[in-house]
């Protein structure tokens, strides 16, 4: 029924037949090697870089950077032809006949299972969009970086890194399969790992503390990975395919082989998979790994956070929507709605900045999570794809003011920042706006998506468990806006508190550039409301939903559309009391923190904790893994290695007696027939004497006794 992903019904064969003529026109059979030129590009640079980029100008800088830049332009490209058919159902596959190169056997007659194993690539409306993201806002990271990283002692290999990274990013984008996204998958979270302990091999001063960030990212994002892996096999064992189309046809004729219900198998393979999106979209309870993960450097935590590596969990979420049960989309959407609030409760705390925005992050993918979940699949993207947007922003601007305050991240220590550092302040606040939900911002156009799909859900399924996402996600906004806000006022607003804010300089224009981009981006990113002005505050009208629709809709029209006006209302009562009573802390100062954190005692100190899940994992999972690894040790030690050496000295024995057998019975053997035949010999040799009269003696002799033995016998 379904052809790709996020397309809704079939359509009449008529209209199918009109989009496929038009999408044909758009694009040519060169179209597939476009497509691969933009991941292409960014490995071509990192080989070079890996190389012999410490011996080009620059140190290479400019090879990445560049290929970045010519992969953005292919990708955005592309992506205005996608937007230019106006095809919620566009598939390039169904309009340019792509090509597939097998994997295990090369044999074009083997058709069926691992020997008929082939890739492809997947060009829907989903991957021209969130490919053009990734390649404009890879390209805007790698342009902050040169002049971010400028003196870094390890300079080429970052780009190197980074090149890399992106790399894996925009091929998983455009993998037809869940082989080939698991490959690009991992490479994202080896990359990952020597981004985040970019610091600790600085020839300079090495930052450990970054070391072992990178390998608690590293591992924790593995036991999510293994889960996705053993739910992948579970599909192959089922099924015996991996292709996304081929699974979706496979799953749907499977729950209608069953009456439309679905088997517990198949809901928990779902699951499993999903956990790989909980591990690298840092979910609630695998979120542990991402605040650490700011000991990388600043363009490292935009790629990280906004772009990459966490919105690939929430692609992988979006992808496999249409093989998870009811129940495993209950499982997704409580999942998300609970990260979601528990990651904003705690950035409220926080006094480093990156902290404040890497909480926030995880925060915001508990949103995009929670919408796939209630099956606003086209939200969660669209929300997926504003936020990269803002998100980058706020990164890279908290580099800027990193930058600019001689490398102190604390906000204590700023304040006053607005008129020293103007344009980071501006594209700042408008990311803030937008992330806030703020009408005309691009993150209220997604947002407001969002909480409407949840409350859509919870109206049609009823019940209280399915009315709990709409209500965190309620909650969770006002407490974006309010922690937000206050990252803003005690940065930039107020008088300087430290030395570091009272010298601080705006960035150089490579690092400028990029926030002014990503800002006009976070304003005009969700609807491009300059076309239509009396139109911004209405229903409808947002590019991304236009463009996508939802493989399945749970309410009728009217019931949506109330559904819309509700949550909407909620929706910025929630982002005007959050932008009220952090005006009222941090910017009029008619309330004080201080107080109120203390009237709150052992309650604050637990959530500033981060609720001392980091002490809980250390103490259960670390220490009893290190419990398990001595205990297999003792018994290795003990039974293994006694059991070897008890063998060892039973062989050692009879070695030893065989040594003495082969000693005192086979060499005695030996040596009595030796010495037996030389005493013979020598015996022997006594009767040769040299006398021709006593050998004539002897041979006289012996003819005696031989005629005598002879008549003896004939007589």
């Known amino acids: 029924m379904l052809a790709s992903l996020l397309q809704h ?159 894996a990013m925009l091929a998983l984008v455009i993998s037809d399969n869940l082989l080939f996204f698991f490959v690009f998958w991992e490479i994202m979270g080896l990359c990952s790992y020597l981004l985040i302990g970019h610091l600790a091999a600085d020839r300079k001063e090495p930052k450990m503390s970054a070391a072992w960030a990178s390998m608690k990212a590293f591992m924790t994002t593995r036991i999510g990975d293994i889960c996705l892996f053993i739910g992948m096999m579970m599909m192959w064992k089922a099924f015996g395919t991996l292709s996304f189309r081929e699974l979706y046809a496979a799953v749907e004729a499977h729950v209608a082989g069953h009456g439309g219900d679905w088997s517990p198998w198949l809901t928990g393979a779902g699951i499993m998979m999903f956990l790989g999106a909980v591990g690298k979209s840092a979910q609630f309870p695998l979120h542990v790994w991402l605040p650490d993960a700011m000991e990388g450097p600043t363009p490292v935590s935009a790629m990280i956070h906004a772009a990459t590596m966490v919105a690939a969990g929430v692609y992988l979420t979006a992808r496999i929507y249409l093989l998870l049960s009811p129940t495993a989309q209950l499982v997704v959407a409580c999942v998300g709605g609970f990260t979601a609030l528990f990651a904003a409760t705690i950035g409220i705390t926080q006094f480093d900045i990156k902290k404040v925005l890497a909480w926030s992050t995880i925060s915001q993918l508990g949103y995009m999570i929670c919408a796939i979940g209630a099956g606003g699949v086209a939200a969660g993207l669209f929300h997926m794809l504003t936020h990269a947007f803002f998100k980058a922003c706020l990164f890279l601007g908290s580099g800027s003011v990193i930058h600019g305050c001689h490398h102190e991240q604390d906000m204590r220590k700023m304040g006053g920042l607005r008129k020293k550092m103007p344009i980071t302040y501006l594209a700042m606040l408008v990311s803030t706006l937008a992330i806030s939900g703020v009408p005309l911002f691009a993150g209220y156009y997604s947002k407001d998506t969002i909480i409407a799909k949840a409350l859509e859900r919870g109206l049609a399924e009823g019940g209280l ?114 932008i009220f009573l952090s005006c009222l802390f941090y910017l009029w100062r008619r309330l004080d923190p201080a107080r109120v954190a203390a009237a709150l005692g052992a309650c604050y100190r637990l959530v500033y904790d981060k609720y001392r899940f980091d002490e809980l994992y250390l103490a259960t999972v670390v220490r009893g893994s290190l419990v398990v690894s001595h205990l297999a040790a003792w018994l290795d030690r003990t039974f293994v290695d006694g059991l070897v050496n008890a063998v060892g000295r039973i062989m050692a024995g009879l070695g030893t007696a065989s040594a003495a057998t082969d000693r005192v019975v086979v060499d005695g053997a030996v040596n009595f027939v030796g010495e037996a035949t030389a005493a013979a010999g020598q015996r022997l040799r006594r009767l040769q004497t040299g006398r021709i009269q006593q050998y004539a003696y002897f041979t006289f002799a012996g003819a005696v006794v031989l005629a005598a033995v002879v008549l003896y016998r004939v007589f």
């Open 465 to 578: 468990i399915w009315a709990l996402p709409f209500w965190l996600l309620v909650v969770a906004a006002a407490i974006t806006s309010f922690y937000m806000f206050r990252l803003i006022f005690m940065t930039f607003h107020g008088r300087p508190r430290a030395h570091c804010s009272e010298h601080a300089h705006e960035s150089p224009w490579t690092m400028t550039v990029p926030l002014i981009v990503l800002g006009t981006l976070a304003v005009l990113g969700g609807k491009f409301w300059l076309l239509d002005p009396l139109g911004a505050f209405s229903a409808g009208g947002e590019w991304f939903t236009e463009l996508v629709h939802d493989p399945v809709h749970f309410v009728d029209h009217e019931t949506a559309h109330h559904a819309h006006l509700t949550a909407m209302g909620w929706s910025l009562a929630a982002a005007g009391g959050g």
């Open 9 to 167: 019904g079939a359509g009449t064969a008529g209209h199918a037949a009109v989009a496929a003529g038009a999408a044909a026109e758009a694009f040519g059979p060169a179209t597939a090697g476009w497509l691969l030129a933009v991941p292409l590009l960014p490995l071509a640079a990192w080989v070079v870089q890996i190389l012999v980029g410490r011996w080009l100008p620059r140190q290479g800088d400019w090879l990445p950077t560049g290929a970045m830049g010519a992969a953005a332009v292919i990708a955005i490209w592309h992506f205005v032809k996608v937007l230019a058919l106006h095809d919620p159902e566009f598939d390039l596959a169904a309009a340019v006949e792509l090509p597939r190169w097998k994997f295990f056997f090369s044999d074009p007659s083997l058709t069926t299972g691992l020997a008929g194993f082939s890739a492809g690539i997947l060009y829907d409306n989903v991957s021209a969009a969130l490919l053009a993201m990734v390649a404009l806002v890879s390209f805007l990271v790698h342009l902050f970086s040169v002049g971010y990283m400028q003196g870094d002692s390890r300079y080429n290999v970052f780009f190197s890194n980074l090149a890399l990274f992106t790399f």
